[in-house]
């Protein structure tokens, strides 16, 4: 069974730009959460999807936005970039086959990253 | 609010000493709690997890961790630690009282094993 794929795995932009980071989540996973990992931050929260609705965010600026499509594959686009936007951005999914969070028990399984750099 | 809180940022131990890695949360309900693997350049990998039930829990690669709720802890343990070992740890929690669910994860714990 394929894992979680991202691509680009390597990008550098410039300040100012725009990027978009793709996601497969294994088959038959519904859920899809990023997350942006900088050394100092660790891993913080960036959004969770579930059947294509947006499930919950995190506190990130309105320059972060992310969709999902029917076949659950995952999109995050970051406008504007800024130099703090470098970072290694993660995409996990996970076996969430009910709507309901708290019945969804299941370990994430992450993808190896897309690292960013914004110079 | 929902934390997660690895105390150390590094932790060294011999090869064939035990190791410990610390974790503790701050949740307002019941919650799920994880620990991950990460070696460089990779994402992180599932290593355990408590949801309910007995409080120690046995994973992957002869690690376990032991709930403690009255100590809101779940550090992760290992009897002997192998040089191969060696990697970012991160302990995350699934809050259920939070009303989102989101997990939260803990700033990593750099583990370094010695030969």
């Known amino acids: 069974k394929a894992g979680v794929t991202q691509t680009p795995r390597y990008l550098i932009k410039t300040r100012g730009q725009q990027v978009t980071l793709s996601c497969s989540p294994i088959?038959?996973?519904?859920?899809v959460s990023w997350y942006q990992q900088t050394p100092g931050q660790g891993l913080q929260f960036l959004f969770e999807?579930?059947?294509?609705?947006?499930?919950n965010k995190g506190n990130f600026p309105g320059r972060f936005s992310g969709r999902q499509f029917s076949n659950s594959r995952s999109e995050m686009n970051v406008s504007t970039l800024e130099l703090g936007d470098s970072a290694l951005y993660l995409c996990?999914?996970?076996?969430?086959?009910?709507?309901?969070?708290?019945?969804?028990?299941?370990?994430?399984?992450f993808g190896e990253g897309s690292r960013l750099t914004v110079l | 609010a929902q934390s997660v809180a690895q105390p150390e940022d590094q932790v060294n131990v011999a090869e064939g000493n035990p190791l410990t890695v610390k974790c503790t949360y701050s949740?307002?309900?019941?919650?799920?709690l994880f620990w991950y693997v990460q070696y460089p350049n990779r994402g992180l990998q599932f290593l355990l997890k408590?949801?309910?039930?007995?409080?120690l829990v046995k994973g992957s690669y002869g690690f376990e961790a032991e709930f403690n709720k009255s100590q809101t802890s779940f550090h992760l343990k290992k009897p002997s630690a192998l040089v191969s070992d060696s990697a970012l740890y991160f302990c995350?929690?699934?809050?259920?009282?939070?009303?989102?669910?989101?997990?939260?994860f803990g700033t990593g714990t750099r583990l370094k094993v010695l030969a």
């Open positions: 995350a929690v699934r809050d259920l009282g939070s009303g989102t669910y989101k997990y939260i």
């Open positions: 408590y949801i309910t039930g007995d409080n």
């Open positions: 999807y579930f059947s294509e609705t947006q499930r």
């Open positions: 949740v307002s309900g019941n919650p799920y």
């Open positions: 088959s038959g996973h519904r859920s």
């Open positions: 996990a999914s996970s076996l969430a086959k009910l709507a309901v969070p708290v019945a969804n028990t299941g370990e994430l399984f």
